[in-house]
């Protein structure tokens, strides 16, 4: 699970401030979701894309989120204008393409990014 | 609706029990997937097991074991001669068709293995 690379792992912003959480997936693997912790939560789904796509963001805030997965580079989760209830860890997952049958549909985990706004 | 309910919010037990946590859930569709995530103490999530809809056999690895039964809408977790390290928040998780669904998981259950 180590390769799903997230950073930062931990982040404080105040309140107002950007928020940018960024996330590699693992080699080989083109889909990539975000999900979001709540303190004595389970996890939340907010938003899958694949490259340059977003699929489903049926699970993220219509104002201040935004997510990309641009062709090169990381996936970026965005949250301007933090507010106190933001507060959170954020995780990603990745899974592989299609056609790998066996491996089809296992989502693997980065270690999260636990952001904090004061 | 997709829904995944874990009861069982905190278990304590002694080095050695044997310990199940349950895991129940809700679906329409009729092909799905069925998933158990560890969070240990540090914080990652550590995949555990994928089951599909239509493989109700039971599986042992090691010391970890699940029973999938779907007369219940069940796929309970079994640790046997539990250990310090299996300390950690457990989830159980339920994906639809295909591996373009989001998850969903269910609250979590909190196991404290004490020495």
């Known amino acids: 699970n180590a390769d799903v690379m997230q950073n930062p792992r931990h982040l404080v912003r105040r309140r107002g401030q950007e928020a940018r959480l960024r996330c590699s997936p693992m080699k080989g693997h083109s889909h990539v979701y975000w999900y979001r912790q709540l303190p004595e939560e389970g996890l939340k789904f907010m938003v899958y894309l694949q490259k340059e796509n977003i699929i489903d963001e049926s699970g993220m805030p219509k104002e201040r989120f935004s997510a990309e997965f641009p062709k090169e580079g990381p996936s970026i989760l965005r949250i301007q204008q933090v507010v106190r209830g933001d507060s959170a860890a954020y995780f990603c997952?990745?899974?592989?393409?299609?056609?790998?049958?066996?491996?089809?549909?296992?989502?693997?985990f980065g270690a999260g990014t636990r952001l904090s706004v004061l | 609706a997709q829904k995944v309910t874990q009861a069982q919010t905190e278990i304590s037990v002694v080095e050695k029990e044997d310990v199940t946590l349950d895991c129940v859930y809700e679906?329409?569709?009729?092909?799905?997937?069925l998933f158990w995530y560890k969070q240990p103490p540090s914080g990652e999530l550590v995949f555990l097991i994928r089951r599909n809809s239509f493989d109700e056999q039971n599986e042992i690895s090691g010391r970890y074991s699940w029973n999938f039964q779907k007369s219940t809408s069940s796929f309970n977790f079994t640790i046997t001669a539990s250990q310090v390290v299996d300390s950690a928040v457990y989830f159980c998780?339920?994906?639809?068709?295909?591996?373009?669904?989001?998850?969903?998981f269910g609250t979590g259950t909190r196991l404290q293995v004490f020495p």
């Open positions: 997952a990745s899974s592989p393409s299609l056609g790998l049958v066996e491996a089809k549909n296992i989502q693997y």
């Open positions: 998780a339920l994906s639809g068709r295909g591996n373009t669904d989001k998850l969903i």
């Open positions: 679906t329409r569709d009729t092909t799905y997937y």
